[in-house]
């Protein structure tokens, strides 16, 4: 089931919007990839939690380890695979933040739950679960060797143009959206996903949608800004 969870009046007017538009959205607003109807794959869910920061709303995102063996490194939303004790996607969602992060569930009110979209790449099947942080609790990378950084990005520097590019891969059909912003660079599922939940959401500003940078050289100058090193130009 997709939808409100809640009466859009229960949370803050910035938020509404999203919950609203829940049950009006199929999985294509966000995915080009829908779950093939005979694919063989494993259930999951994310937590994308907004709250209300010193910087106005602001969303709960995560980086990956950089030793983990898949998606390593990479910058996600609280989440993964779901189990039988779960009793649904947002049982998964709140558990796996938990987890991860240390987020107290019950500070967070579920608010909405979004289509299933399919990532090919790993197989799973994966239900964004909307919830506003009406108590926020201290969050933190609960396992090293899973999650490398936690952080509270404000919404206003995700949408920020100077923020907001696309990427590509060499050898891949492929274009996709992508923010450098918080000291965390987001592409690929995540970065697809937010880009639509600000779209949605009525907080996306124009923005260059024609800066294409190919993804690796766009990390490893990222990377090198974070580290305070020059990265050498190609020849």
Do not use: C
């Not at 100077?162 to 492929?174: C, I, K, P, S």
């Not at 450098?180 to 779209?199: E, N, P, Q």
């Not at 993804?215 to 580290?227: I, K, N, S, Y």
Request: net charge negative.
């Amino acid at each position: 089931m997709t939808g409100p969870l809640v009466d859009p009046e229960a949370v803050p007017a910035w938020l509404q919007p999203l919950v609203k538009i829940s049950g009006e959205v199929g999985a294509d607003a966000f995915s080009r990839f829908s779950v093939p109807r005979d694919a063989t794959y494993r259930s999951a869910s994310v937590l994308m939690l907004f709250g209300e920061g010193p910087q106005g709303p602001d969303v709960l995102l995560q980086r990956r380890a950089d030793t983990l063996g898949s998606h390593a490194g990479q910058v996600s939303f609280p989440g993964g695979g779901a189990e039988p004790e779960d009793g649904g996607p947002v049982g998964t969602a709140l558990r796996e933040a938990e987890e991860e992060t240390g987020v107290e569930p019950s500070g967070v009110l579920p608010v909405a739950v979004f289509p299933e979209l399919f990532v090919p790449v790993s197989s799973f099947a994966v239900t964004p679960v909307l919830a506003y942080w009406r108590t926020p609790s201290p969050v933190h990378a609960v396992d090293p060797g899973e999650t490398a950084a936690v952080a509270r990005v404000p919404i206003a520097e995700l949408a920020d143009p100077a923020n907001r590019f696309q990427v590509t891969r060499e050898g891949y059909d492929w274009k996709g959206p992508a923010f450098d912003v918080g000291g965390m660079f987001v592409w690929g599922f995540t970065g697809g996903l937010l880009a639509m939940t600000l779209s949605l959401g009525g907080w996306e500003r124009d923005w260059d949608h024609g800066d294409v940078r190919e993804l690796d050289v766009a990390l490893a100058e990222h990377q090198a800004r974070v580290d305070g090193r020059q990265v050498p130009e190609k020849e």
